[in-house]
């Protein structure tokens, strides 16, 4: 049903202008989706005020992704704004004649069409923030989807922390309703979750689960520390759309910009973890900054 109210929707859309539109397509409904939005379209109606911008919402099925996409190129709409990687390469392949911005995505797909927003961490970079953190923690429970991209980040996690003489406690699910049976299964002193859109979700169980065994749950977005996470090391969601958005706006006026932008990580820290594991970012944050999200 949503499929076919998706297309209806496209209808009535397609018959609109669309010379001064802007897309915006988030794949799932998630905390850091909605703070990616909110810094897209704070920042766009800033500088360009007199474009309409246009949310899109896939609601994580990929029918429902393509038919919007499909739609969008029918409209001819000229600036197409994507988050996450499998989108950004669809609207690539969907979207023939309208500019494409990646937003946390990476990769060698930006070209002469398309900019990206790169909010990745490395896998060496991570596991650093890690040991500094927790100097003494001898295990840590990571809970991935069961996904090509992830699976390098945890295989690679795996040997730093065996290199590091520390356990890594991997726990893959196909989908979030796994999490319930995962969740019985953590053996770690932490909780673990990646740039992971199916594990997060379904982060209030984790998020319960956390405080039911007294560990950290430490993520790598700002939208789940809002919901509870006690930390992320990462990039702001916030700032990967207004960057997103910048870039779209200097498109528009015809500035020349580099196709691909790097946000730094900072520790992002929930203003109701408890003060000793505040106390130990701040002491490990080195060359990173540290905020307190509310």
Do not use: W
């Not at 319960?208 to 930390?231: F, H, P, T």
Request: a neutral charge.
């Amino acid at each position: 049903m949503r499929y076919y109210l998706t297309c209806l929707a496209a209808f009535f859309i397609a018959c609109q202008d669309s010379s001064k539109t802007i897309a915006l397509i988030l794949p799932v409904e998630a905390p850091a989706m909605i703070d990616i939005q909110d810094g897209f379209v704070s920042e766009l109606k800033k500088s360009h005020p007199n474009y309409k911008i246009l949310i899109k919402k896939g609601l994580g099925d990929p029918n429902i992704m393509q038919s919007i996409l499909k739609s969008l190129d029918a409209q001819k709409v000229p600036y197409v704004a994507t988050v996450g990687v499998s989108l950004t390469k669809a609207a690539q392949n969907l979207c023939k004649n309208a500019i494409i911005f990646g937003l946390a995505a990476y990769g060698n797909f930006a070209n002469k069409s398309t900019y990206v927003v790169e909010d990745e961490i490395g896998p060496e970079t991570l596991y650093k923030s890690l040991i500094t953190i927790f100097p003494n923690m001898k295990k840590i429970t990571l809970i991935h989807a069961q996904d090509d991209k992830i699976f390098g980040e945890v295989r690679a996690l795996q040997t730093l922390m065996k290199q590091g003489g520390k356990e890594l406690q991997c726990l893959p699910i196909i989908n979030s309703n796994d999490l319930q049976t995962v969740c019985e299964h953590i053996s770690g002193e932490a909780i673990l979750i990646l740039k992971d859109l199916t594990v997060v979700s379904g982060l209030d169980l984790l998020i319960k689960k956390a405080r039911q065994l007294n560990i950290a749950l430490i993520v790598c977005d700002e939208g789940s520390v809002k919901a509870g996470a006690n930390y992320a090391f990462g990039v702001s969601e916030c700032e990967i759309g207004k960057q997103g958005a910048d870039m779209v706006a200097a498109v528009i006026d015809g500035q020349k910009i580099p196709h691909v932008h790097t946000l730094a990580p900072t520790y992002l820290v929930s203003e109701r973890t408890p003060e000793h594991l505040k106390e130990q970012i701040y002491k490990g944050a080195g060359q990173y900054n540290v905020r307190v999200v509310n």
